[in-house]
């Protein structure tokens, strides 16, 4: 998770590859799932039943150990944060790598050094608990900043988290009570505000009218929830509603993580489709919510296609927003700049055009969450028949691939007005009126040595795989 707090802040990113830091926390799991006997079943469980494993749920670890562990995390790329575990317990985040926060108590005199906690992110820590008969008592309120169960074991407690748009390790944060969401009736708020994105209207004839009432709902769902970081939270949990109620996919693997009580807390990035004409407001949308601008993507001549990536530091969020590129606009800021249609759209703009804006009608493209990727793909494949397409990235630290696209109809009216403005032929008209065309995925990842980037080539590759032209 990135620790930047400007929200609107360009920086160069170089993500780097971290395989001693991926061995550290592989050390501190052996040792968890040692000292834990439910951990560790569950941990068995995982692979062969959600196509994950545990590292994938990680939030945190608590740490006994001398103070010279502390200068091995940053030699490691860990760096302190301003959170604290506790008096005395100071709490380290990798902002180059995936990887989960440590916390580094003192050794009491005569204890052991190792692993005293091991934390999991879950989407409900009363999802969790009942799912697998825990019993367990939950601390902190209901749509609060933090929610958390301690389950004992024999050496090392697993700690169940909930978090709602918080980072720290307080259950009643003082910073959340500032904010107001700690007053009696801030569950209200939240569900309300959760309520005007659920509620929205998504389907317009003219998208500037549809996107200024969308920015403008996105500013009264902020002063709803009475927070920025809140609202971003609330908003993306419905937006992955919206998409899994249109993947096939998506509704079996998210039954698959919820027959454990997990939900999507394993989500790697969000996926969003734009026309060029409206690409600048979307990202101004995304700003309002707290995002910061990461790394862009501008695939050269022949990829006809660029993309932005944002991450917001307070949910871990992330958004690849993609479009079409012209060769000559590699220079081009585009995602603060309006571009004018292309004669002829890319495999992004024809998208768009027949099922809409990401942010409106056609929701998301796909939800990319982490994996074990070939359990996944199996799993998939052996309890509900789901094919998985060749890999679009397969390296020893990155390998991801899409599920098979799965058909949406198309309008009469948008395929009237691709074929009207000359983007397609009347055979394709009539094909996609008749048969519907590719319109979201499920995106299989497995990320290894902390590796937090995107492969631009290997996105070039299965953009164009999957142009609606082809199919």
């Known amino acids: 998770m990135s620790l930047a707090t400007e929200p609107e802040k360009a920086a160069p990113f170089q993500w780097r590859r971290w395989p001693d830091t991926e061995a550290l926390v ?43 562990f502390a200068n091995r995390l940053t030699t490691l790329g860990f760096e ?6 506790g008096v005395g317990v100071p709490v380290y985040a990798h902002p180059g790598g995936v990887f989960p926060r440590i916390a580094v108590a003192p050794r009491s005199a005569g204890g052991a050094e190792g692993v005293r906690d091991v934390g999991i992110k879950v ?11 825990l019993g367990l008592t939950v601390r902190g309120y209901p749509m609060g900043p933090l929610r958390t169960a301690r389950l004992p074991g024999e050496r090392v407690d697993l ?9 720290g390790f307080e259950n009643f944060p003082t910073e959340a009570a500032r904010e107001g969401r700690m007053k009696p009736h801030a569950a209200r708020e939240a569900l309300a ?39 971003c939270h609330l908003i993306f949990e419905v937006e992955r509603d919206y998409w899994q109620s249109r993947n096939r996919a998506a509704q079996v693997q998210k039954a698959r993580q919820d027959r454990f009580g997990l939900g999507w807390a394993n989500h790697d990035h969000h996926t969003f489709r734009s026309s060029r004409r409206f690409f600048p407001d979307l990202i101004r949308m995304f700003t309002k ?88 793909r199996d799993g998939l494949n052996a309890e509900a028949g789901i094919e998985t397409m060749k890999p679009f990235s397969d390296f020893p630290f990155l390998r991801q691939a899409f599920t098979a696209g799965e058909r949406w109809p198309v309008s ?46 290997a996105v070039s590759a299965i953009i164009a795989a999957t142009d609606p032209r082809l199919h």
Not at 31 to 44: I, N, P, S, T, V
Not at 123 to 133: I, K, M, Q, R
Not at 159 to 167: C, L
């Open 26 to 68: 592989n050390e501190l799991t052996r040792q968890a799932l040692d000292g834990h006997a439910f951990a560790r079943a569950l941990a068995e469980r995982l692979m062969p039943e959600t196509g994950t494993i545990f590292q994938n749920w990680l939030d945190h670890f608590v740490v006994a150990a001398p103070a010279s």
């Open 289 to 376: 919510l707290g995002f910061f601008v990461r790394e862009s993507f501008h695939a050269g001549e022949h990829a006809g296609w660029g993309a932005q990536v944002l991450e917001h530091p307070m949910t871990g969020i992330v958004i690849f927003a993609d479009l079409d590129l012209a060769p000559e606009e590699a220079t081009q800021d585009f995602a603060h700049q309006s571009l004018p249609d292309l004669p002829r759209p890319g495999t992004v703009g024809l998208w768009v055009a027949l099922h809409g804006e990401s942010i409106l009608e056609a929701g998301m493209h796909h939800l990319e969450a982490q994996f074990e990727f070939d359990a996944l």
């Open 193 to 231: 505000a959760r309520d005007l994105w659920i509620a929205r209207r998504r389907r317009f004839d003219d998208d500037a009218q549809g996107f200024a009432e969308t920015e403008a709902l996105v500013d009264q769902v902020i002063e709803t929830a009475g927070s920025r970081d809140l609202a």
């Open 159 to 167: 700690v169940v988290v909930e978090r709602r748009a918080y980072i």
């Open 412 to 457: 009469a009216r948008r395929a009237d007005r691709a074929l009207d403005a000359g983007w397609i032929t009347q055979e394709q008209r009539d094909k996609f009126v008749r048969d519907g065309t590719i319109g979201s995925h499920l995106e299989n990842l497995q990320r290894r040595e902390g590796y937090k980037g995107f492969n631009q080539q």
């Open 80 to 85: 302190r944060t301003a959170d604290t575990h």
């Open 123 to 133: 989407e409900s820590v009363a999802a969790f608990s009942g799912a697998n008969d």
